[in-house]
Every structure is written in structure tokens, then in C-alpha cells.
């Protein structure tokens, strides 16, 4: 009881002690801007998001707000594994994912140059062969079918696969074969990849890695030809929705 | 003759003693409970206002927030809880089959005030009924109504990965013994607290279960109580702790007036601070959606358990000169641009290092984990668009300069941080 009172005899002094008012340093400003709010993602997706192929990390600038949207949304909720990602993502509402989203879909920003890239001529026409007309052999399509002649992606959702880092590009059709990342079903490229030998994955990330940006770079608005298997992600964010 | 005499005599003493324990621990879990009486059927569906009541004490309980795996249906259980003891997995909450379609309202009830499933089996202590034995009976009655409304989600209930003896229906029964007790329990207030105060311990200490992280527990798993305890507690599987709320030397929740708490709990943001971790889980799932005057209550009570003054400084050892230039100067270049040169923060997007309950409690983990991983204050209604900050992965003596120069600036006088302690906690 006594403990209480002293308690809220405290609590009453400290409220009214001005002191700390007084000294206090000028107030600091930061912008109001999406650019700002959004810096944890610039330290690891480069500046403005546009991460070079030499690393890992995959830019984010200039993609379908679609697909980025979705990828937040799988990070959040635990259809792709990245700690960090889901780390940040954790608390945030499908919102401010989508304004996120919309954000860096919003960047119009060159490309650098292809950087060298050894690769021997035969893995890279094998590369080039599979992108642009798949193998009817082993029912693949071409990722020319679904991601646009240019391969610089489809609105809504489908990205392009230009200027990305090769061992990105492996990773990615690695982890949907072990089922590590996961799209809304029917999972199109979990399929597509688990079709895919080993060797083909090196091929095909090789060649893509090895192609320049061309100056349109932006996603088409429809895809070249009739989808050639179904794809949950394609029609755009419908998404698990949550809050 | 008289050897085997002495034998049986102790072999009986030992069974009587067996048999004494046994009546006991019985004896202590069942105390304070009803026989399970059946509802009387009620003629009228369950009203919006009950549902609406029920929906609101679940957000103060934080149901979803365990009842809810990661990108699963809402309710519908599967999320893994980490013990020292295994993981439990959370049940399914809606009225499928699956969940809790066919339990009743007493059952509920029972489950809530005394941790016993449907069947009458004793339910893992992770679900902290220990808590939720204070909920009244109109709560529970809201709770359960809410529940009931529910959409059904099909998803059965996954086994608890417990190791043994933790397993055992025996071990929670001796646990229970141990450390629950049923009913209303102590709220170290005194009986003429005000209104205010009584709904801050009753929502602190039943439904909001605050000192199921906020104080630490024995080497049993048994809770410890907010006004008693002193020093974080380390969550299990996790490499933050939850600060003490009553220690002084802690967040000295009694240093700051109750509305700058009141704002940290509904947007996730104060000027001296902001949610991290686990804690912007249970700002963005529970906290945010809580009435103003129950915020200003749960603060008031915790504020009242607290001891008004800081215990005396300690003799610290002295700073290393080198380390704290080094210090200012990794702060100047990482970190001065947003948290500002004074460590003044901007309202609404930085929290204020300067007088920053993280920046200075005794174990600098949580510190180091915000410097690393960086982060999003949790969007919530009042802060939905949240600054973030990128994770800085510094190496560890430049880490532990860092820390060591914060928790001596602008009036702080914390330990200071060894390269070890920064390896030891990364």
C-alpha cells in the first residue's frame, strides 16, 4: 500500500517536471516520402531498387507492381523464405505492401551494360533454346510464351526475366523444384521448374543473365500467345488477403 | 525378525507418503473447480453486440496471434509455440469439427478458468490459462459467443512436439501443482484502488497475459509476476527479451507520463520509442484495436505496480576513450541522418535514441537485434505507412562501440558493451 502511494505521488512529481522541456535539442526532419520510408529495402536492392546483376539480390525497379506485390505478400506469409525479408515484412498490412509495390513498379531507370560473362557457347545456345522456344520433347513451354517476346515481362503480374544476377535466376528455379518458393496455384513455374534437369536450369539462367535490357524495358501490356498451362499468379494480386 | 519389520514399516511409510503426494497433487488441481454444468438452452441466437464483445476481448487476449499459423485461416490453429520444453502447436479455434464444434460453453468456460480440454485432459500451460482464470464469466460468455460466429476452417489439430517428460498428462498435472492457481489471484492493489486501476490489473493480468513474457520464469516454466520480478526475460527460441515493466532500472514505465505508453501500445510509435520484435506482433494484433481509456488503464496499473525511483547507479566501469570516438563516429555516419545528431528522433517517423528505454536496459540484446536486423514499426491504424530501418551489419567491435558510445550519450549512463557480449547475444 505503501509502495502504491509513493508510486503515484512519483508519477504525479515526474509529469510535472518541465525540466526535460527545456534543454531539449531543435527538432530533427525527415522527408515525407516513399523513398524514405522505404530505405530497408534500398540496403540490399540497391538505390532506387536497382541492384546490379553482379550480386544476388534481384532488382525491384521497374517490375509489374503485380508481381511485386504478390512476392510481398509470399514473403509475409511464408510462400518464399528469406529471414530478412519476412523479418520486415512481418507487421506490415497488404496496404502498405501494395503501395510499396507500386512504388518501385513506378521507377523508369536505365540499365547498366551486360557485365562479361564466360559462358561456354553450347550451354548458352541451349539457354537461348529453351527461353525462346522451350522443348516440346519434355512439354516445356518457352519463357518467351508467358514473360513476353522480350522477356521484359506481362502486366499484370508475370515479370521479366532481363538484367536479373544468374545465381538469382538459378536459385529461383532451385528453390520452386524443392518447393522453397511457392506461387498462388496452380503453381505454373513449380511445375516448369520441377520438369527442368539440372544442367537446363544452368543453361537457361545463363543465357537470360547474359542478355541485355532492350530500351523498352517496360512489361507488355498482353502476353504474345494463349497461356500454355495454367498460372495462379498471372491474373494478377487476388492473393491471400489477410488483413 | 526386527530387519524385516523395518523394512515393511519403511516400505509402507514410503507408500503412504506416495499416496499423500498423489491426494495432493489431485487435490491442487482440482480445487476451486465446478462440476461441468450444462448450459440451459438458450432461445435466441447469440446477439451482434455479444459477438462484437467477444471480438474485441479476443484482440486483448492476442487469440489470433498463437491460434493462427503464418498465412493461415485466422483461428484455425497450426502456429508452433517454442518452449525450453518442445513446441506446441496452437489448437484450432472455430466451430469445425476439427476446432471446437463440438466442445460447449461450460467446456470453454473450463478450459479458460482451469486448463482442461474438452475430454477433461490437461491442456499445455503455452495456452495461459493461468492468466485467463481471471476472465469473468461475461467475458468467457463474449469469448465464446464471438468464437461460436466464426467461419469453420477444417484443419485438425497438430500434435504437440514436446519432449518427455514434458509430454505427460502427470508432468502438467505436478506443473499445475506447482504453479497455477485457479480464480482471481493478487493484483497488488490495495482494496480501495480506483475503477480504473481494477480494469488496468484485469486486463493486464487475465486476458492481455502480459507477464506471460514480461517476467521471467523458473527453471519449470512456471510465471513469474510483474510487480515481483526484476530484470528481462529471454524468450524461449527467440534472440529478444522482454523487458521487466515494474524495474525500474528497466523501461521505467513510471519515468514517462502515461500518455506517451498509451501511444506506443495503439500505433506502434512514441517519440522515445517504438515496437519491435514480438511486441510489434502484439501492438499490430492486440494493442492497437484496444479502447483508448483500457490502454490508459492497463499503463495507469503498471505505472502504479512500478517503484517510483531508480534504484542508485551502480559504479560502471570506465569507458574506453578510443571505443567511445569510434562510437560517435559510426553513429555520425549510420545513423545521425534519421535518429538525428542529439538523438532527438522526428516525431512520427524515428523514435529518439536520447532517453530510450531500449537504448539503456541492463542486458543490451534487444539493442544490438534493432542495430542488425533494423525493421518496420509494425502499420497500424495510426502509424499505416511506417518508416523503417535498414539492418546494419556491422562487424562486432564496431557493434560494440556503437553501443557502448549510445548507452553513454545524452545523459544515459548504461554499461558498456563488450565485443564478447556482441557475439554471445548476435
Given at each position: 500500500m505503501t509502495r502504491f502511494l509513493i508510486a503515484l505521488a512519483a508519477a504525479g512529481a515526474l509529469h510535472a517536471n518541465p525540466a526535460r522541456a527545456a534543454d531539449a535539442p531543435p527538432p530533427h526532419t525527415a522527408p515525407d516520402t516513399l523513398a524514405q520510408r522505404l530505405q530497408p529495402c534500398m540496403?540490399?536492392?540497391?538505390?532506387?531498387?536497382?541492384?546490379?546483376?553482379?550480386?544476388y539480390l534481384p532488382r525491384?525497379?521497374?517490375?509489374?507492381a503485380g508481381y511485386l506485390y504478390q512476392q510481398l505478400l509470399h514473403f509475409r506469409d511464408g510462400r518464399r523464405q528469406n529471414a530478412t525479408m519476412t523479418r520486415l515484412l512481418a507487421q506490415q498490412t497488404d496496404a502498405y505492401l501494395q503501395e510499396m509495390a507500386g512504388y518501385f513498379a513506378a521507377l523508369d531507370l536505365p540499365h547498366a551494360a551486360v557485365p562479361a560473362q564466360p559462358a561456354p557457347a553450347d550451354l548458352l545456345a541451349r539457354g537461348q533454346a529453351l527461353a525462346t522456344q522451350g522443348d516440346a520433347a519434355r512439354k516445356l513451354p518457352a519463357c518467351?510464351?508467358?514473360?513476353?517476346t522480350a522477356l521484359t515481362g506481362v502486366l499484370p503480374a508475370t515479370p521479366g526475366l532481363?538484367?536479373?544476377p544468374r545465381d538469382y535466376l538459378i536459385a529461383q528455379l532451385g528453390a520452386w523444384q524443392t518447393q522453397q518458393r511457392r506461387a498462388l496455384a496452380p503453381d505454373c513455374m513449380a511445375q516448369i521448374a520441377q520438369a527442368l534437369p539440372p544442367a537446363d536450369v544452368g543453361a537457361v539462367a545463363a543465357w537470360l543473365a547474359a542478355q541485355p535490357v532492350p530500351a523498352q524495358q517496360h512489361a507488355t501490356i498482353?502476353?504474345?500467345?494463349?497461356?500454355?498451362l495454367p498460372c495462379g499468379?498471372?491474373?494478377?494480386p487476388g492473393g491471400a488477403a489477410t488483413r | 525378525m526386527s530387519g524385516i519389520t523395518t523394512r515393511w514399516r519403511a516400505a509402507l511409510a514410503v507408500l503412504l507418503l506416495l499416496a499423500v503426494l498423489l491426494a495432493l497433487v489431485t487435490w491442487l488441481n482440482l480445487r476451486g473447480e465446478e462440476p461441468l454444468q450444462p448450459d440451459?438452452?438458450?432461445?435466441?441466437?447469440?446477439?451482434a453486440t455479444l459477438i462484437a464483445r467477444g471480438a474485441y476481448l479476443a484482440r486483448a487476449g492476442n487469440c489470433?496471434?498463437?491460434?493462427?499459423?503464418?498465412?493461415?485461416?485466422?483461428?484455425a490453429g497450426g502456429r508452433g509455440i517454442d518452449t525450453p520444453f518442445g513446441t506446441v502447436y496452437a489448437g484450432n479455434l472455430t466451430p469445425d469439427a476439427s476446432g471446437?464444434?463440438?466442445?460447449?460453453a461450460a467446456q470453454f468456460r473450463r478450459a479458460l478458468?482451469?486448463?482442461?480440454?474438452?475430454?477433461?485432459r490437461l491442456l499445455a500451460p503455452a495456452f495461459p490459462y493461468t492468466h485467463?482464470?481471471?476472465?469473468t464469466r461475461a467475458d468467457a460468455d463474449a469469448l465464446w459467443a464471438f468464437l461460436r460466429s466464426l467461419s469453420p476452417v477444417a484443419q485438425a489439430n497438430r500434435p504437440h512436439a514436446l519432449r518427455w517428460p514434458y509430454d505427460s498428462q502427470a508432468a502438467l498435472a505436478v506443473w499445475r501443482a506447482l504453479y497455477f492457481r485457479p480464480?482471481?489471484?493478487?493484483?497488488?492493489?490495495?482494496?480501495?484502488?480506483?475503477d480504473q486501476l481494477k480494469r488496468g490489473a484485469y486486463l493486464v493480468n487475465g486476458?492481455?497475459?502480459?507477464?506471460?513474457?514480461?517476467a521471467p520464469r523458473s527453471l519449470l516454466g512456471g510465471s513469474g509476476s510483474l510487480g515481483d520480478s526484476a530484470g528481462s526475460a529471454t524468450l524461449p527460441g527467440q534472440r529478444w527479451q522482454a523487458p521487466s515493466?515494474?524495474?525500474?532500472?528497466?523501461?521505467?514505465?513510471?519515468?514517462?507520463?502515461t500518455a506517451d505508453w498509451v501511444r506506443l501500445l495503439k500505433t506502434g510509435l512514441a517519440d522515445h520509442a517504438a515496437v519491435m520484435g514480438p511486441m510489434a506482433e502484439v501492438v499490430a494484433?492486440?494493442?492497437?484495436?484496444?479502447?483508448e481509456a483500457d490502454l490508459q488503464a492497463m499503463v495507469a496499473y503498471l505505472q502504479a505496480l512500478a517503484p517510483a525511483s531508480a534504484p542508485a547507479p551502480t559504479r560502471l566501469p570506465s569507458r574506453d576513450a578510443v571505443v567511445m570516438d569510434r562510437g560517435r563516429q559510426l553513429y555520425a555516419d549510420?545513423?545521425?541522418?534519421?535518429?538525428g545528431p542529439q538523438g532527438q528522433g522526428v516525431r512520427g517517423a524515428y523514435p529518439a535514441?536520447?532517453?530510450?528505454p531500449t537504448v539503456t536496459l541492463p542486458e543490451p540484446g534487444n539493442l544490438l537485434q534493432a542495430i542488425t536486423g533494423g525493421g518496420f514499426a509494425p502499420a497500424t491504424a495510426g502509424n499505416p505507412r511506417p518508416y523503417g530501418m535498414p539492418p546494419f551489419d556491422l562487424p562486432h567491435d564496431d557493434l560494440a562501440a556503437l553501443a557502448t558510445w549510445l548507452r553513454a550519450s545524452w545523459g544515459h549512463d548504461a554499461a558498456p558493451v563488450s565485443p564478447v557480449q556482441v557475439v554471445l547475444t548476435r
Open positions: 540496403a540490399c536492392h540497391g538505390a532506387q531498387g536497382k541492384a546490379s546483376r553482379e550480386g525491384i525497379a521497374g517490375k509489374p518467351s510464351a508467358c514473360h513476353g532481363l538484367g536479373l498482353s502476353a504474345p500467345v494463349a497461356a500454355p499468379t498471372a491474373a494478377g | 440451459p438452452p438458450t432461445a435466441a441466437a447469440p446477439d489470433a496471434g498463437c491460434h493462427t499459423a503464418r498465412g493461415g485461416a485466422a483461428y471446437l464444434g463440438g466442445w460447449t478458468w482451469h486448463g482442461r480440454s474438452a475430454d477433461g485467463f482464470t481471471r476472465v480464480g482471481a489471484g493478487d493484483d497488488g492493489l490495495p482494496a480501495n484502488a480506483t486476458l492481455g497475459h502480459c507477464s506471460a513474457c514480461h515493466l515494474t524495474d525500474p532500472a528497466e523501461i521505467g514505465i513510471g519515468r514517462r507520463p494484433d492486440s494493442t492497437q484495436h484496444l479502447a549510420h545513423c545521425a541522418s534519421c535518429h535514441l536520447a532517453g530510450n
